[in-house]
């Protein structure tokens, strides 16, 4: 994986998957079977304004017409489901539901400003689809994920593990000529949002019966089971580099295990969780048992120091500090695993 968003697959997310099904398969059912009825999906502002056509406001903003937009929004909400993971669906859907509602009050107010200041009309037609509430989400991706270098290009420039989200959402941006309008409109909902500005949060909200309502009879529809399949070992790897890799698989299944475990504990009788204290990491084993069969009778180093930016970073995405510090002792001051287990669990 190119980012650190949590487990593979859609575990914890109905939400995310309902959105990356429905939206999907009715917009190539009308791209390939129904092309007649494309007509009833198209965003246009105009009709909404002078024919009184508010439905448009719904189907014009839900299911993309075009194809390329529908792929590129789909692979940017299967990378967010990572706030699913972490606020929990009825948050996420809150969300969703708040910055798409801002979102058109927004389109229009964009549009009008473009047909006064330059006379352009034919912005009244703009990108059809969930697009507006994909854009929001990069507000809480940008404050909320921490920015981990993964490899130097050209000198300054540097890959990290956000970058590939961020050309997915420029070539979302540069897909259509108005689109501009949709994406803007979606950053600045997510940020009224994400901010809780004027209180919106409270007001555009999934009712509690209505969570409930979908958690019963639309989850079990959408619910994916937790994945267990294994990390990839690449091509050509000798042996040794194998046996490294699964000895670092294996070392994070046990974080996981113990975490949760450990965790349910810690909810009861309270304290701070002790990992050098409960399993000592695979990796120390791994190279006394790897020094040419020889066994090395000094005593466990002591744990290692906490960065300060790091153990900042995991409290800002909403975690505590004594999980942030014993998170980052355990996964030896690797941010990318102990995010991976906070975010899980």
């Known amino acids: 994986m190119f980012t650190s968003t949590g487990s593979s697959g859609l575990y914890k997310a109905p939400v995310s998957k309902s959105l990356l099904l429905v939206p999907s398969a009715l917009s190539l059912l009308l791209a390939l079977v129904l092309p007649h009825c494309q007509k009833f999906f198209v965003y246009d502002l105009q009709a909404v304004k002078d024919d009184l056509q508010i439905w448009r406001l719904i189907s014009g903003r839900i299911i993309c017409l075009d194809l390329k937009d529908t792929f590129c929004s789909s692979l940017l909400i299967y990378n967010f489901r990572i706030f699913e993971r972490r606020y929990g669906s009825r ?4 969300f969703l539901l708040g910055s798409w509602v801002l ?4 389109d229009f107010i964009l549009v009008e400003a473009v047909r006064y200041s330059f006379g352009v009309t034919t912005a009244r037609n703009l990108p059809s689809g969930f697009l507006a509430p994909v854009f929001a989400l990069f507000v809480p991706f940008y404050c909320s ?6 490899a130097h290009i050209l000198g300054p420039l540097s890959i990290t593990n956000k970058t590939l989200i961020y050309i997915l959402g420029l070539q979302l941006f540069t897909s259509g000529s108005y689109i501009w309008i949709v994406a803007i409109s979606g950053l600045v909902s997510g ?5 809780r500005m004027l209180q919106v949060h409270e007001v555009l909200c999934v009712p509690s019966w209505m969570a409930k309502f979908c958690a019963w009879t639309l989850e079990p529809l959408f619910s994916s089971s937790e994945p267990t399949s294994e990390a990839r070992i690449g091509m050509g790897a000798t042996v040794d580099i194998q046996r490294q890799q699964r000895m670092e698989l294996l070392d994070r299944q046990l974080m996981l295990s113990q975490f949760a475990q450990v965790r349910r504990q810690r909810q009861q009788q309270g304290g701070m969780i002790n990992w050098n204290r409960l399993f000592p990491p695979l990796r120390q084993r791994r190279n006394a048992n790897y020094q040419d069969g020889r066994r090395s ?3 466990a180093s002591p744990p290692p120091e906490v960065s300060e930016e790091q153990v900042a970073r995991l409290v800002e995405m909403g975690f505590s500090r004594g999980d942030a510090l014993e998170a980052l002792r355990a996964s030896n001051n690797d941010l990318n695993v102990a995010t991976h287990f906070l975010l899980q669990h």
């Open 103 to 106: 979102s058109a009050v927004g």
């Open 91 to 94: 948050k996420f859907a809150s």
């Open 145 to 150: 994920i921490p920015r981990v270098q993964v």
């Open 297 to 299: 009778g000094q005593p």
């Open 191 to 195: 940020i009224c949002y994400n901010s």
